[in-house]
């Protein structure tokens, strides 16, 4: 390769690193999203297949739209608190009046919008964004610090080390894990399909919406902040990665398979 190039590239990556970065600091990365709509994809119902194609029309595919959430979010401020629902660490239930002030979280976004799927009524439109902020917030659902916070803004402001890389923990459990475990996320969401069994994935349908946060909150208090190093340590290293790396696996495999329940339940 000559120098040119070279630069070229150099500069090219840097262009990546800041997408990336900019992409990161918005919900969980492209990645675990798209992981999460392929899952659920396979796991249409023709019906809800057919439906699906007919609201999106041209868009695409589940995967296709499952980041439309968090590129809309600068000109949509309102929609911010909707991608969390900050559950006190410590807590054991979630508390409306001080979790989702005026419906103006995760939990509540997600039952709105499932909501407007069903009603005949909505107008194409509505139901087009109804069904791609469903795609988006069930994944951000099972990302366990979406579902947490620890006086750090769900681990955006506890800083740690992971594999050599500054970062903070929301990022780590957002795309850093992710992205070692598999870069490729259709490769990654056919591993995670084909790990699904029939009695896993019956079990995973049950439970309302509020009972998946509060299980994705458990993950934070005993995974994302449960297993990190003791004392004053902030540099995660291979322990850290091999117990959080199949946690986030299962969440993703439970978010995939949640999301076609309630899509082939709402889109009949
Ligand atoms: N901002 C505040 N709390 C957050 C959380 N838990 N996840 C993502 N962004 C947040
Ligand atoms: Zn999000
Ligand atoms: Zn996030």
């Given amino acids: ?8 590239r150099r500069a090219g990556t840097a262009c990546a690193v800041t997408l990336l970065v900019a992409s990161n600091a918005l919900g969980w990365g492209q990645e675990g999203h798209r992981v999460v709509a392929t899952i659920a994809e396979r796991h249409l119902t023709a019906r809800a297949r057919d439906r699906v194609r007919q609201i999106l029309g041209s868009e695409g595919s589940l995967a296709a739209v499952s980041t439309w959430a968090d590129e809309i979010r600068p000109s949509r401020p309102e929609t911010a608190p909707w991608h969390y629902i900050d559950i006190p660490l410590d807590a054991s239930a979630i508390d409306s009046a001080r ?89 990654y969401a056919k591993r995670l ?20 946060v509060l299980e994705s909150h458990a993950v934070a208090q005993k995974v994302a902040y449960g297993a990190l190093p003791p004392g004053e340590t902030s540099d995660l290293g291979i322990g850290y990665f091999r117990i959080a790396g199949p946690a986030i696996g299962l969440q993703l495999q439970k978010a995939g398979n949640r999301l076609a329940f309630l899509l082939n339940e709402a889109l009949q």
């Fill in 99 to 187: 979790d989702c002030p005026n419906g103006d979280c995760l939990t509540a976004a997600i039952t709105r919008f499932v909501a407007v799927l069903r009603d005949n009524a909505s107008s194409p439109e509505v139901k087009n964004q109804a069904l791609k902020f469903v795609v988006h917030f069930v994944a951000d659902l099972h990302q366990p610090l979406h579902c947490a916070d620890n006086h750090d803004r769900g681990g955006n402001e506890t800083y740690v080390t992971f594999f050599g890389e500054t970062a903070n923990l929301h990022s780590v459990w957002d795309t850093l894990l992710i992205e070692r475990i598999d870069p490729n996320p259709d490769s």
């Fill in 1 to 8: 390769m000559n120098k040119k190039s070279s630069r070229l």
């Fill in 193 to 212: 399909d084909a790990a699904l069994t029939d009695s896993n994935m019956s079990a995973y349908e049950e439970g309302t919406v509020a009972d998946w």
